[in-house]
């Protein structure tokens, strides 16, 4: 069986992936780093045979990252990976969601989609001035599917980007709409708050890691949340 975890919620798909490679205690567990791997590198990790016995478990990651998928070399992986489930069970992952073509090519797969709950993006939106009230209302109801560590990442990034739109810089990777729609909502802020923002967070999560804090990640994100 091939399964493939993917998907930008890369923090669920990690925990998985982890999970799995963690449970496979009667197998021996085989890492491929998929940016490299070659059709004679991945026959070698199916055909050496298992300390164990039983089936290796296989798990290359990033194996679709920048990859020419017309390549001859991309294709003989393919195949070699549809040929290759009785010598092994094999796992991908990936940062991103495949595109439905790459997964039909792969054929018959238990195809795992890890996605960033909904609400996590209008809660981003959501932030500005004098909007405690919703903002604490959307993110208890957000810390029901993701993880503190996960939104506090997120509003961290969200910070960054307007702040360099404040300062007239583009960040990187953004369509045109989503840097109109990130301008307005940096227009909410001067650029004072959003670096005081931005500091606000990294103290928080430095006292947090460093064990000096009396509060945890979430506690201190409903703190940045009411000073908005």
Do not use: C
Not at 32 to 51: N, R
Not at 179 to 194: H, I, N, P, V
């Amino acid at each position: 069986m091939i399964t493939i975890l993917h998907g930008d919620h890369i923090q669920a798909s990690r925990t998985e992936l982890l999970r799995i490679i963690s449970s496979a205690k009667d197998k021996e567990v085989r890492r491929l780093d998929g940016k490299t791997l070659d059709a004679g590198l991945f026959t070698q990790a199916t055909e050496s045979s298992s300390m164990f016995g039983a089936k290796p478990l296989i798990v290359i990651e990033r194996l679709f990252a920048g990859k020419n998928k017309k390549s001859k070399e991309f294709g003989a992986v393919v195949s070699l990976l549809k040929t290759s489930l009785d010598a092994a069970d094999i796992v991908l992952w990936e940062d991103k969601e495949l595109e439905p073509a790459t997964l039909k090519a792969l054929g018959n797969i238990q195809n795992r989609v890890f996605k960033i709950p909904s609400i996590l993006f209008q809660f981003l939106d959501a932030l500005k001035p004098e909007n405690a009230n919703q903002l604490l209302s959307m993110y208890h109801v957000l810390s029901d599917s993701a993880a503190p560590e996960l939104v506090f990442t997120m509003v961290f990034r969200r910070l960054r980007q307007l702040i360099a739109l404040a300062g007239g810089a583009k960040p990187a990777g953004l369509a045109d709409w989503q840097e109109a729609r990130l301008t307005k909502q940096a227009s909410f802020f001067t650029m004072g708050k959003l670096t005081a923002m931005h500091k606000q967070l990294l103290d928080g999560e430095f006292s947090v890691k460093s064990g000096t804090s009396a509060f945890q990640l979430s506690e201190h994100m409903e703190q940045f949340l009411i000073a908005l």
